[in-house]
């Protein structure tokens, strides 16, 4: 666990759990979620693609810890910590900085902490913001303290699907006026969901369902039908089958950029919310995540034979 600094000339030292690993993303994209001194725990299928990016809208919050009298206790417990970090440390100082939670020994009530991510450039100094600890009377939520809808927010920042590869058929190269059946593999279940909780006090599910693609054929539509009757994931080739979701190309890509015209198929992913402790009072976009593949367009080749001489 990162220890709380020196702050105001006081210092919280709390030996709690080290903080879950809340990671689920890939180095070379911004990361949705890091939490540091939090209690947060982060579960689920939607862990371990790349993030779209989606950012929490506060970096920095408060949390529930502990009653009155096991914080007394976690203070007294790291005594030589006190002495060490403190400038100019004496008994004195030790125990007017103890007087605080001894005083609140008996109150119903519990002291909050600040916790923040630290994948967003602010969240530090979001952090250093806040103060070390607040006392909070039961039933009661702090300026800056954690909510259900705040909770949603670390989900969806950790809430990642996957991206998709294109398979198409004809695969190597297509023709003028040919079918180019479309459809995406690698996607594995087609719902992905992520659960941030706050043991024992809420929880915020975040569940993502691939519900359409979409076909850009990398050219103009003289030059290109399309077809987006697709369903969740596009339309594997089958023989004799009705062409519903890929793209007829109407024009030879010779005369494009590296002779290929640039095929883009977009998934897209709802997004749903499910809290315990509280309403969400907003909706999240849909994810959607895109993959490129050139095509190679030809004309279709004939060749007339000239009846035999009778």
């Avoid at 910590?81 to 109150?107: A, C, H, I, M, S």
């Avoid at 890509?253 to 897209?268: A, F, G, H, K, N």
């Amino acid at each position: 666990m990162i220890m709380n600094v020196i702050v105001a000339g006081l210092l919280l030292l709390d030996p709690g759990p080290p903080s879950p690993q809340g990671d689920g993303f890939q180095d070379g994209r911004r990361v949705g979620v890091q939490l540091a001194n939090s209690k947060i725990v982060i579960t689920g299928t939607g862990l371990g693609a790349r993030s779209d990016g989606y950012r929490i809208k506060r970096p920095c919050w408060y949390e529930p810890g502990n009653n009155a009298a096991d914080m007394l206790q976690s203070q007294e417990s790291v005594r030589d910590w006190w002495f060490r970090y403190t400038d100019n440390p004496t008994e004195e100082k030790y125990q007017e900085f103890l007087k605080q939670f001894r005083d609140r020994v008996g109150q119903e009530g519990r002291w909050w902490s600040p916790a923040y991510n630290s994948a967003d450039p602010g969240g530090l100094a979001c952090w250093m913001g806040l103060e070390p600890f607040v006392w909070v009377p039961p039933g009661t939520t702090p300026p800056a303290g954690i909510t259900v809808a705040e909770l949603a927010e670390i989900a969806r920042a950790a809430l990642t699907v996957p991206e998709p590869e294109i398979e198409l058929n004809p695969d190597a190269k297509s023709y003028v006026n040919l079918p180019t059946w479309v459809w995406l593999s690698g996607v594995g279940e087609t719902t992905r969901s992520v659960t941030a909780t706050l043991p024992g006090v809420m929880s915020a599910t975040v569940t993502a369902t691939l519900s359409e693609v979409r076909i850009d054929p990398g050219t103009t539509a003289d030059r290109a039908e399309v077809k987006e009757d697709c369903g969740p994931a596009g339309r594997p080739y089958t023989k004799g089958g009705a062409f519903t979701c890929g793209v007829r190309y109407l024009r030879a890509s010779i005369d494009q950029p590296r002779d290929v015209y640039e095929l883009t198929v977009t998934s897209v992913w709802t997004v749903d919310v499910d809290a315990e402790g509280g309403e969400v009072p907003f909706d999240y976009d849909p994810v959607e995540v895109g993959a490129t593949r050139d095509v190679p367009v030809g004309e279709v080749q004939s060749t007339v034979r000239r009846p035999a001489a009778g």
